[in-house]
């Protein structure tokens, strides 16, 4: 046996290259080395041949697909998911968020909350994941410390907010930075890049103008990702302006404090006017798309298609607790549909998002978003081994061949397969207790 072959899983392959661009091997071989990365994809049989001495690790019926990457979540709100139904965005936080997240103060209760977060996503096929903190030191420490016992990639940060907010939340703002440098120095690119800290302003609704331009200078000075709210709700824009009378938009306020870049993630902002899709696309600002979150809170729809037709870097976000499922799969499909509501009332009948864009956006487009696409969102040769075996045997039938890649994606949306196992870095992380018949994350 030669201990420095590679490990070569056999499988029906897709792996996206471009919005609509992907290959698809129906009977494929994913290549990973010793040390978790990948020196192939393709067809098996040319795997096989190039790697005589791979241990073959047939997964048939199954399908591989890339490692799912979700760009906006709030771990603290996980416990949340389903309160509040009809609720629109700012009544909910007051009334079952902000209470939720007090519960955070509690180090036994965030550990434990954290721990089950990230097994959940991991149970999901989320492979990498932009998370939202609890606002507080010991609760965010913690947090890292489980994503680091889970296997998970991560980009967190501490929520931090100086407004607007139950004051058991808040932190000044010089506080704010202190602890989220503290956090930095401790987890920032620990384990090769697995856990990344991100600067985390909640919104400009509860971030004074110097907590802003503290938190721009912070993320600046460190190199560091940003991530934010933008023109989520209605009623959250009008309140905005009050806050802010004598910025152009939502979209300046950001601008004005430097918070608006490339290294900045903007949940949401569905109702940008053309100037601040202008300013969004003059600033390659990374934009995550929640539409469960959009839809579950009655927030709006987002023109997705016409965002990613203007060339907009798109990343799909679960938003728990706005959207009910740690799920990219369901943001995939939920993108989709939502993109045919879209088109039902407007005049622009073409702005459809189709399967292979979705899978785009859940996997490279997200990375993207996380600058992270020369390590993950496909099976390029030298990138980490980041995927996800969904099980083909509920996709498989009479109407539906591995012949036919178009029915065999829509079917791997539509009916959301078992994920039976996950694996980061060629380790595996996840899998399903198929012998009892639920989930069991790997120790």
Same mark, same amino acid.
């Given at each position: 046996?030669?201990?420095?072959?590679?490990?070569?899983?056999?499988?029906?392959?897709?792996?996206?290259?471009?919005?609509?661009?992907?290959?698809?091997?129906?009977?494929?071989?994913?290549?990973?080395?010793?040390?978790?990365?990948?020196?192939?994809?393709?067809?098996?049989?040319?795997?096989?041949?190039?790697?005589?001495?791979?241990?073959?690790?047939?997964?048939?019926?199954?399908?591989?697909?890339?490692?799912?990457?979700?760009?906006? @979540?709030? =771990?603290?709100?996980?416990? /949340?998911?389903?309160?509040? #139904?009809?609720?629109?965005?700012?009544? +909910?936080? %007051?009334?079952?968020?902000?209470?939720?997240?007090?519960?955070?103060?509690?180090?036994?209760?965030?550990?434990?909350?954290?721990?089950?977060?990230?097994?959940?996503?991991?149970?999901?096929?989320?492979?990498?994941?932009?998370?939202?903190?609890?606002?507080?030191?010991?609760?965010?420490?913690?947090?890292?410390?489980?994503?680091?016992?889970?296997?998970?990639?991560?980009?967190?940060?501490?929520?931090?907010?100086?407004?607007?907010?139950?004051? @058991?939340? =808040?932190?000044?703002?010089? /506080?704010?930075?202190?602890? #989220?440098?503290?956090?930095?120095?401790? +987890?920032? %690119?620990?384990?090769?890049?697995?856990?990344?800290?991100?600067?985390?302003?909640?919104?400009?609704?509860?971030?004074?103008?110097?907590?802003?331009?503290?938190?721009?200078?912070?993320?600046?000075?460190?190199?560091?990702?940003?991530?934010?709210?933008?023109?989520?709700?209605?009623?959250?824009?009008?309140?905005?302006?009050?806050?802010?009378?004598?910025?152009?938009?939502?979209?300046?306020?950001?601008?004005?404090?430097?918070?608006?870049?490339?290294?900045?993630?903007?949940?949401?902002?569905?109702?940008?006017?053309?100037?601040?899709?202008?300013?969004?696309?003059?600033?390659?600002?990374?934009?995550?798309?929640?539409?469960?979150?959009?839809?579950?809170?009655?927030?709006?729809?987002?023109?997705?298609?016409?965002?990613?037709?203007?060339?907009?870097?798109?990343?799909?976000?679960?938003?728990?607790?706005?959207?009910?499922?740690?799920?990219?799969?369901?943001?995939?499909?939920?993108?989709?549909?939502?993109?045919?509501?879209?088109?039902?009332?407007?005049?622009?009948?073409?702005?459809?998002?189709?399967?292979?864009?979705?899978?785009?956006?859940?996997?490279?487009?997200?990375?993207?978003?996380?600058?992270?696409?020369?390590?993950?969102?496909?099976?390029?040769?030298?990138?980490?081994?980041?995927?996800?075996?969904?099980?083909?045997?509920?996709?498989?039938?009479?109407?539906?061949?591995?012949?036919?890649?178009?029915?065999?994606?829509?079917?791997?949306?539509?009916?959301?397969?078992?994920?039976?196992?996950?694996?980061?870095?060629?380790?595996?992380?996840?899998?399903?207790?198929?012998?009892?018949?639920?989930?069991?994350?790997?120790?």
């Amino acid at each position: 046996m030669n201990f420095f072959a590679p490990t070569l899983y056999r499988a029906t392959i897709f792996n996206p290259i471009a919005p609509n661009e992907g290959e698809y091997f129906p009977d494929g071989g994913l290549a990973v080395e010793r040390d978790g990365s990948i020196s192939f994809c393709g067809r098996y049989q040319e795997a096989h041949v190039r790697y005589a001495d791979a241990v073959t690790v047939d997964l048939r019926p199954h399908i591989i697909t890339p490692g799912l990457v979700d760009t906006h @979540a709030h =771990l603290p709100q996980y416990d /949340a998911i389903g309160l509040g #139904s009809g609720e629109e965005l700012l009544t +909910w936080l %007051e009334r079952r968020i902000f209470p939720v997240e007090e519960l955070f103060m509690s180090e036994e209760y965030a550990y434990a909350a954290a721990v089950r977060f990230f097994r959940k996503a991991l149970s999901c096929g989320t492979t990498s994941m932009a998370v939202y903190s609890a606002p507080f030191y010991s609760a965010t420490r913690l947090a890292f410390k489980a994503a680091a016992e889970t296997g998970i990639k991560v980009w967190m940060g501490k929520t931090m907010m100086d407004t607007n907010a139950p004051a @058991a939340l =808040l932190k000044p703002a010089m /506080a704010n930075i202190r602890l #989220s440098e503290s956090l930095m120095k401790e +987890w920032h %690119e620990k384990d090769s890049g697995r856990l990344n800290y991100i600067v985390t302003p909640r919104f400009a609704g509860s971030c004074s103008p110097t907590l802003l331009r503290n938190a721009a200078d912070f993320a600046s000075q460190n190199g560091l990702l940003v991530q934010t709210h933008l023109s989520e709700n209605k009623k959250e824009l009008a309140f905005i302006a009050s806050l802010f009378p004598n910025e152009i938009d939502y979209t300046g306020v950001y601008e004005s404090y430097g918070l608006l870049g490339r290294n900045t993630i903007a949940a949401h902002c569905i109702y940008l006017s053309p100037r601040e899709l202008r300013a969004i696309l003059d600033t390659s600002c990374g934009v995550a798309h929640c539409p469960t979150s959009n839809r579950y809170l009655r927030s709006g729809i987002m023109p997705l298609n016409k965002y990613l037709q203007s060339g907009m870097r798109v990343g799909l976000g679960s938003d728990v607790a706005g959207g009910y499922s740690l799920s990219v799969m369901n943001e995939a499909r939920e993108a989709m549909e939502q993109s045919k509501t879209y088109s039902m009332y407007t005049s622009e009948s073409d702005d459809i998002i189709h399967a292979g864009e979705a899978l785009y956006l859940a996997t490279l487009g997200g990375a993207d978003i996380l600058h992270s696409v020369g390590t993950t969102g496909n099976f390029i040769a030298g990138k980490d081994a980041d995927f996800v075996v969904h099980d083909g045997a509920e996709i498989f039938n009479a109407t539906t061949t591995v012949e036919q890649p178009e029915n065999v994606l829509a079917r791997l949306f539509y009916t959301q397969p078992t994920v039976l196992a996950t694996y980061i870095r060629g380790k595996k992380v996840y899998e399903l207790d198929t012998l009892n018949g639920d989930v069991r994350p790997l120790p």
